[in-house]
């Protein structure tokens, strides 16, 4: 998935949690990939470490989390100030690394 945009001076407080489990996991993030890529949505993803085996999808525009949510689910929780902090910074991994760990541990 590609992060979009210059964002260092957004806020990322508008968020989505994923939970990474399930044996359709896989065929989800495919389908979010192509919806964010598709409508050109600026996001960030993130982990957090008391997110415990989710991530967070991190949105400038709450227009955007609540259609991400409506089309893709995943639950909308408030914002988190590390989850805002982490997205704020480009150089953060991207969303099939961020996958990749989590499944991983």
Same mark, same amino acid.
């Given at each position: 998935?590609?992060? @979009?945009? =210059?964002?260092?001076?957004?806020?990322? $407080?508008?968020?989505?949690l994923i939970a990474v489990e399930g044996d359709d996991f896989l065929?989800?993030?495919h389908a979010m990939d192509a919806w964010l890529s598709q409508w050109?949505?600026?996001?960030? $993803?993130?982990?957090?470490?008391? %997110? =415990?085996?989710? *991530?967070? *999808?991190?949105? $400038?525009?709450?227009?955007?989390?609540?259609?991400?949510?409506? =089309?893709?689910?995943?639950?909308?929780?408030?914002?988190?100030?590390?989850?805002?902090?982490? $997205?704020? %910074?480009?150089a953060k991994d991207d969303f099939y690394q961020l996958v990749e760990? @989590? *499944?991983?541990?």
């Amino acid at each position: 998935m590609e992060r @979009r945009g =210059n964002e260092r001076t957004r806020s990322w $407080a508008h968020q989505v949690l994923i939970a990474v489990e399930g044996d359709d996991f896989l065929s989800r993030l495919h389908a979010m990939d192509a919806w964010l890529s598709q409508w050109e949505i600026p996001y960030r $993803a993130v982990s957090v470490p008391r %997110d =415990n085996g989710a *991530i967070r *999808i991190c949105f $400038a525009d709450e227009r955007f989390a609540r259609a991400f949510h409506v =089309n893709l689910g995943g639950l909308r929780v408030p914002s988190d100030a590390l989850a805002t902090e982490l $997205a704020a %910074d480009p150089a953060k991994d991207d969303f099939y690394q961020l996958v990749e760990r @989590r *499944i991983a541990n």
